[in-house]
């Protein structure tokens, strides 16, 4: 007959009673079987496996980086984002050299020039992108759709600030519904949603609200601007 050991050898650890021919089933040394399989002392205490899909926040969304993302990048994107950003980037790699270009044309709305249009404007300068921003490249005097024209030219990618203020301008067919035409004819579109939703855009412009691109909702604006850095560096 099997004897306990606890009176000679003590069951002082997990391991010494694991050991005990009597007491050793109830610390595992006696393989369980069940519906989650069959684990022991040995295993069922190992340390977790990691995945390697990164999850946001508390949203649990999945993110992941795009072919273009380099290697030693920590921005993440959500897999729509990836979707929607592709083609732009397939036309950016592909699009011929231009001459005095500009990385980014910023659509906005004029009242927001002096604030998100502004420190979005700043955050993809302190990132090295060239931005045709209406408030430094319109010159006094100039024929401003002339210099639209111009910088849209010029320009590798267009975004489009959509905020309640520029959902506003285009409800009133101004010089923004005149970018958008222009920047909706090319596969150069990238719509940021700020202070509003897509909701709200699709019942004004459904158009605009078709090209999926950012939005503060998910991400800061610092991190908005990391992904267009990263989306135009060729």
Partial sequence: MARCTAPIKGHRSAAAAADCPVCGSRYGRRSYAGGYGSYSYSTAYSAPSVSSTVRSGGSGAARTKPKWSPASSTVYYSEAEVRALTPIR???????????????????????RGSAAKDLHDLLEARGVSVWFSEKDV????????????????SRVGIVLVTPAFLKRIQG???????LSALLARDLLVPIVHGTTYEALREISPLLASRTGLSTAADTMAEIANKLAELIAV
């Fill in 90 to 112: 397939r036309s950016v790699e592909v699009r011929p050299p231009q001459n005095d270009p500009k990385d980014v044309f910023l659509c906005h709305a004029w009242d927001d």
């Fill in 173 to 179: 067919q101004g010089v923004s519904d005149k970018e």
């Fill in 139 to 154: 010159l006094l005097g100039s024929p401003l759709l002339r210099e639209i024209d111009k910088g849209l030219a010029r």
